[in-house]
């Protein structure tokens, strides 16, 4: 584009989003743009490339991957909206090719575009269940920031001024192992909703053994159990469902993000016919005009098979960048205090907040791309693709040395701030 055609961008988003979001990009940027991109590699419009492990867990198969792209141009040539009075063959096929990696229990399923979207219908099914209307959630939880969704967020910021009409919930301490059982006492809980790997926290995994005893005291009690692995399930921790995997028998499993191929939005709440009951009797309980639409199940239906076989392969990678991380934080001992993560999900905690921030910006300017926690100001969030080539993870390595050094020198420099909140969600961002 020729400066007198090229929009202005940041201009845009200055005066018509938010200034802090403007300058937020600018930074990441330097003032470039992002016009393009093909797996872990993105362009930006002053022609440098970056590796990005970021885009808030959207990008499993990295961008562009090649069979989903095939099948959205097919779809789209051949029928891109549904008419919704008539069945549509690429929605059903994506259901059953769904419903075939989630165990024979959970049957039945729910379509949506954003995460959010499937935290919704699993709450209203489970007060519309069992008649009950409070929810247990885990401290730290982010399930997003639509009102229902919110209200098992736990998160002060993001719940500032609406606590008044967010829905009855109590968050349980991660490690109190007894809270389901005490909490199930008063016959009001409807569901307990976790996440396996609480990403925005902090990339945090739940003790297995906690999570499978709540989940019986739940099940005790006639409560559903509700695994949102919108982030981290699709085998970006391991398993297609964390949740089934491990055992827990979950009513049900919600997937994101990643679902749509990375090309496309889509999300699914999955789940048991006795969990999803009341939409069984009456599926116009709860719709939403482009929920299933045959796009994104044509991204969906391409991406599964794709998953299956780079599984193995992001299992190794993993590892190595499991490996890698916590060698490269041992030689810094000062900024680092923890690396937290597990297969593609992994989170480095900061002594300090201010330190995250500049290895944000570091990172970018050295050639890779992260994205923030959006409950942890201290953890930055590094999200491999599947399809990292090894010259791309060598350079990300690199990227990552260098931008430690550099917020070494400025942490070096500068006297520790009054950092409170330190736990309060960063500006901005997508998720
Ligand atoms: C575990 C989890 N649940 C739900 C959501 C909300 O998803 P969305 O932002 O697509 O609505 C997110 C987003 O980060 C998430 O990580």
């Given amino acids: 584009m020729s400066p007198a055609t090229e929009p202005d961008v940041y201009g845009i988003l200055r005066r018509h989003v938010s200034p802090g979001l403007a300058l937020g990009y600018k930074m990441v940027g330097h003032g470039a743009y992002e016009v393009a991109a093909n797996g872990a590699t993105v362009r930006l419009s002053d022609g440098r490339e970056l590796i990005d492990f970021g885009s808030y867990a959207v990008t499993l198969l990295g961008h562009r991957c090649g069979p989903v792209v095939d099948a959205v141009a097919a779809q789209l040539a051949a029928m891109p909206t549904g008419t919704r009075a008539l069945a549509n063959p690429t929605v059903a096929v994506f259901i059953e090719e769904l419903l075939s990696r989630c165990g024979a229990e959970l049957e039945r399923v729910w379509l949506g575009s954003d995460g959010a979207d499937a935290v919704e219908v699993a709450l209203k099914l489970a007060r519309r269940g069992t008649g009950r209307p409070r929810i247990l959630a885990v401290e730290g939880a982010f399930h997003g920031k639509t009102l229902g969704a919110l209200s098992v967020t736990d998160s002060t910021s993001f719940r500032a001024g609406l606590d008044g009409v967010l829905g009855p919930v109590t968050h349980l301490r991660r490690d109190d192992a007894g809270a389901v059982a005490r909490e199930v006492r008063a016959g009001d809980v409807a569901a307990l909703i976790v996440e396996p790997v609480q990403g925005e926290a902090g990339v945090r995994p739940l003790d297995a053994g906690v999570v499978r005893q709540w989940g019986a005291d739940a099940r005790a009690a006639a409560a559903f159990l509700i695994s949102d692995e919108i982030q981290a399930g699709l085998r970006r921790c391991g398993p297609f469902s964390m949740a089934v995997d491990a055992g827990w028998?979950?009513?049900?499993?919600?997937?994101?993000?990643?679902?749509?191929?990375?090309?496309?939005?889509?999300?699914?709440?999955?789940?048991?016919?006795?969990?999803?009951?009341?939409?069984?009797?009456?599926?116009?309980?709860?719709?939403?005009?482009?929920?299933?639409?045959?796009?994104?199940?044509?991204?969906?239906?391409?991406?599964?098979?794709?998953?299956?076989?780079?599984?193995?392969?992001?299992?190794?990678?993993?590892?190595?960048?499991?490996?890698?991380?916590?060698?490269?934080?041992?030689?810094?001992?000062?900024?680092?205090?923890?690396?937290?993560?597990?297969?593609?999900?992994?989170?480095?905690?900061?002594?300090?907040?201010?330190?995250?921030?500049?290895?944000?910006?570091?990172?970018?300017?050295?050639?890779?791309?992260?994205?923030?926690?959006?409950?942890?100001?201290?953890?930055?969030?590094?999200?491999?693709?599947?399809?990292?080539?090894?010259?791309?993870?060598?350079?990300?390595?690199?990227?990552?040395?260098?931008a430690l050094a550099a917020t070494g020198r400025i942490a070096a420099e500068e006297p520790a701030a009054d950092e409170t909140a330190a736990d309060e969600p960063v500006a901005g961002g997508p998720a």
């Fill in 249 to 402: 028998a979950p009513d049900a499993v919600l997937f994101g993000k990643a679902l749509g191929g990375g090309v496309l939005p889509l999300s699914a709440a999955v789940g048991t016919s006795d969990f999803f009951a009341p939409l069984v009797g009456d599926p116009t309980w709860h719709t939403a005009t482009f929920g299933g639409h045959p796009l994104s199940c044509a991204a969906g239906r391409a991406s599964l098979p794709v998953i299956d076989r780079l599984a193995e392969r992001a299992d190794e990678l993993g590892a190595r960048f499991g490996r890698e991380l916590r060698d490269l934080a041992r030689g810094y001992p000062a900024l680092v205090r923890e690396v937290r993560g597990q297969g593609l999900l992994w989170g480095v905690d900061f002594a300090r907040p201010a330190m995250a921030g500049s290895m944000l910006v570091e990172l970018a300017d050295a050639g890779l791309l992260v994205s923030p926690c959006l409950s942890s100001r201290r953890t930055i969030r590094l999200l491999p693709p599947m399809v990292t080539t090894p010259a791309e993870l060598e350079r990300a390595m690199e990227a990552f040395r260098t």
